[in-house]
């Protein structure tokens, strides 16, 4: 029998937050190189030294989003210690690494291919992105020209709530059936190739598409003064090095439902944890 129920690997504030929630339900608990939160009540059952330790130590893994973390999880090093009794749980893991425990016998749940769950990231998101926003920026959201590249679950979440915030939002991507519902939701639209001649107009924009869209020859057409919020996931959409040149305020934001909504969304993933076991 394992020393313990379940071992948190890495993450952020919400996998360290879903530690008391796992010790409430009467599991043991132990952690490897987990967040530390000031004035939390409930510590975790043990700490691991290494990966293998924890690995060794429990059936259940349970990591963060992402769950690969350069210098904490290392997705091929997690392979190495697994064993056709684990379960395994964590955000956006590389499909490689699902496949191969398919392979093998071992469960593997991907937080993000769960749709309540995505939806409620994209919440948290598009928050921590106004917040992100009212923090670098010294004019108000109310009345301001924003723009919001891409209208999947995050940003359609966050063009509703910048509208709600009585921001002049426009939508722009590429799918005509987004933007029917981002201009049915009355904001104005914008296609994607059109971009470029618009980019002057808007003191706020926040991207969610994971492809270069804000290429140096749009940046160039853009406010001095703008300031872009990047939520899209791995290197983002933005030509950084020509924004620096430019001098505009370009901002990566990632992680943001652990940055600012750990323990709401902490809540939720333990109990999609708890469901699955």
Do not use: W
Not at 28 to 48: L, Q
Not at 55 to 71: F, L, Q, R, T, Y
Not at 73 to 85: D, F, G, K, N
Not at 216 to 237: F, N, R, T, Y
């Amino acid at each position: 029998m394992a020393e313990y129920d379940i071992a948190v690997v890495g993450g952020d504030k919400r996998t360290a937050y879903m530690v008391p929630f796992f010790r409430e339900m009467g599991y043991r608990v132990i952690c490897y190189k987990t967040s530390r939160i000031k004035g939390m009540a409930a510590e975790a059952d043990g700490t691991a030294e290494s990966l293998k330790q924890a690995v060794d130590s429990a059936e259940i893994i349970v990591g963060g989003i992402p769950m690969e973390k350069k210098g904490i999880v290392h997705i091929r090093e997690l392979s190495r210690h697994l064993r056709r009794h684990h379960k395994v749980f964590g955000g956006v893991i590389p499909e490689a690494f699902r496949q191969e425990c398919d392979e093998r016998g071992i469960r593997c749940y991907d937080y993000m291919k769960d749709e309540s769950i995505a939806v409620f990231n994209a919440v948290a998101t598009a928050e921590g992105a106004i917040l992100e926003a009212l923090y670098h920026k010294d004019t108000n959201i109310h009345r301001s020209s924003t723009l919001v590249l891409g209208y999947g679950r995050c940003g359609m979440v966050l063009a509703q709530k910048l509208k709600a915030l009585a921001a002049f939002v426009t939508v722009c991507g590429s799918n005509p059936m987004e933007l029917a519902r981002a201009e049915a939701m009355g904001m104005e639209t914008l296609f994607l190739d059109r971009l470029e001649e618009t980019a002057g107009k808007f003191e706020y924009v926040y991207n969610t598409i994971p492809a270069l869209v804000l290429a140096e020859h749009v940046l160039e057409e853009m406010q001095k003064d703008v300031l872009i919020i990047d939520i899209a996931s791995g290197k983002g959409g933005v030509d950084y090095q020509a924004a620096d040149r430019l001098g505009l305020d370009a901002l990566h934001c990632l992680g943001l439902p652990g940055k600012y909504a750990g323990k709401t969304s902490a809540k939720r993933l333990t109990e999609y944890v708890a469901d699955k076991l």
